[in-house]
């Protein structure tokens, strides 16, 4: 059986710490680059053009599909359309190509977005409500893409991520910025839920779903102890030993700054990872603390 994998956003926060780690378990890793520059498993790709050096597909047993522009960015017109097509473009490019050469598996990035935004609500993979904004039209598009490889034979995994953690990139590092000047507080009303995930733990479960063939369908990305942002904001000053009793960000604030992309900051629901839990998943953090213990100090 091949052993090789084609891993597209490959620089993004999820890829820089996943190819090391497939790399570790003897994996050969091969990337996309739009710079032109290729060497014996980096090739040409531009999914705007439509063009892509076919090589890459040779003997390939497992595409793992990241790329895809950032959501946490203001939604003006041409950036939806960015959001979107960056996800979607690059899998509709691949797949004729991937299913002729043989491809087995493909594991896509995917959001726990497409649930509805309620603080009451709690959603795992068995859950039918999907939510109505624009995070959640992302998902939809994007897992529609996917599920062309399912039809055409491929066995596909849909990983729907939450907040990830790593104080290098993402989320954790903006928040990180307030707590260290001595100014963290809650956003909003502190009271919607963050369902986040260590990225070590993200890492991990990449990994099974690279090695256990019997992995396929919708996983939920987090762990299972979803908390408040005010929790989540409060953990942080105290793993970093900084006062916390600064008044919430008036949610008007965040408007104010990223216009309708401040729903991602002041909505949330708690999202539960049951199949991965099912199925015998063993989190290395699944409270917060222990898991900003781990990144912060």
Same mark, same amino acid.
């Given at each position: 059986?091949?052993?090789?994998?084609?891993?597209?956003?490959?620089?993004?926060?999820?890829?820089?710490?996943?190819?090391?780690?497939?790399?570790?378990?003897?994996?050969?890793?091969?990337?996309?680059?739009?710079?032109?520059?290729?060497?014996?498993?980096?090739?040409?790709?531009?999914?705007?053009?439509?063009?892509?050096?076919?090589?890459?597909?040779?003997?390939?047993?497992?595409?793992?599909?990241?790329?895809?522009?950032?959501?946490?960015?203001?939604?003006?017109?041409?950036?939806?359309?960015?959001?979107?097509?960056?996800?979607?473009?690059?899998?509709?490019?691949?797949?004729?190509?991937?299913?002729?050469?043989?491809?087995?598996?493909?594991?896509?990035?995917?959001?726990?977005?497409?649930?509805?935004?309620?603080?009451?609500?709690?959603?795992?993979?068995?859950?039918?409500?999907?939510?109505?904004?624009?995070?959640?039209?992302? *998902? $939809?598009?994007?897992?529609?893409?996917?599920?062309?490889?399912? #039809?055409?034979? =491929? /066995?596909?995994?849909? %990983? +729907?991520?939450?907040?990830?953690?790593?104080?290098?990139?993402?989320?954790?590092?903006?928040?990180?910025?307030? *707590? $260290?000047?001595?100014?963290?507080?809650?956003?909003?009303?502190? #009271?919607?839920? =963050? /369902?986040?995930?260590? %990225? +070590?733990?993200?890492?991990?479960?990449?990994?099974?779903?690279?090695?256990?063939?019997?992995?396929?369908?919708?996983?939920?990305?987090?762990?299972?102890?979803?908390?408040?942002?005010?929790?989540?904001?409060?953990?942080?000053?105290?793993?970093?030993?900084?006062?916390?009793?600064?008044?919430?960000?008036?949610?008007?604030?965040?408007?104010?700054?990223?216009?309708?992309?401040?729903?991602?900051?002041?909505?949330?629901?708690?999202?539960?990872?049951?199949?991965?839990?099912?199925?015998?998943?063993?989190?290395?953090?699944?409270?917060?603390?222990?898991?900003?213990?781990?990144?912060?100090?």
């Amino acid at each position: 059986m091949s052993r090789t994998i084609l891993v597209t956003g490959a620089t993004g926060l999820i890829g820089r710490h996943l190819i090391p780690e497939l790399r570790r378990f003897g994996y050969t890793i091969r990337t996309l680059s739009t710079s032109g520059k290729e060497d014996d498993n980096t090739f040409y790709w531009n999914p705007e053009k439509g063009e892509i050096n076919k090589k890459v597909f040779t003997n390939i047993h497992t595409i793992i599909h990241l790329a895809g522009s950032t959501i946490a960015q203001r939604w003006t017109p041409k950036a939806r359309k960015s959001i979107i097509e960056s996800r979607v473009k690059g899998a509709q490019m691949l797949l004729q190509p991937a299913i002729e050469s043989g491809l087995k598996k493909f594991i896509t990035a995917s959001a726990i977005g497409i649930y509805p935004q309620n603080p009451d609500g709690l959603y795992d993979e068995y859950s039918m409500q999907t939510g109505s904004d624009f995070p959640a039209e992302v *998902v $939809k598009i994007w897992e529609a893409a996917a599920d062309e490889y399912e #039809k055409n034979g =491929v /066995s596909v995994v849909k %990983i +729907r991520t939450g907040i990830v953690l790593d104080p290098e990139g993402g989320a954790l590092k903006k928040m990180l910025l307030p *707590v $260290k000047l001595g100014v963290g507080s809650p956003i909003g009303s502190g #009271k919607q839920m =963050v /369902s986040w995930i260590h %990225i +070590r733990d993200l890492v991990n479960i990449y990994v099974q779903a690279v090695v256990k063939e019997e992995m396929k369908g919708i996983y939920n990305a987090t762990a299972p102890s979803p908390v408040t942002n005010r929790e989540l904001m409060h953990a942080i000053a105290k793993v970093l030993r900084k006062p916390f009793f600064f008044p919430p960000v008036p949610a008007f604030v965040l408007h104010l700054m990223l216009g309708e992309m401040a729903s991602i900051t002041l909505e949330g629901s708690a999202v539960i990872p049951k199949r991965l839990l099912n199925e015998g998943f063993s989190f290395e953090f699944s409270e917060i603390e222990d898991a900003l213990k781990d990144l912060l100090t």
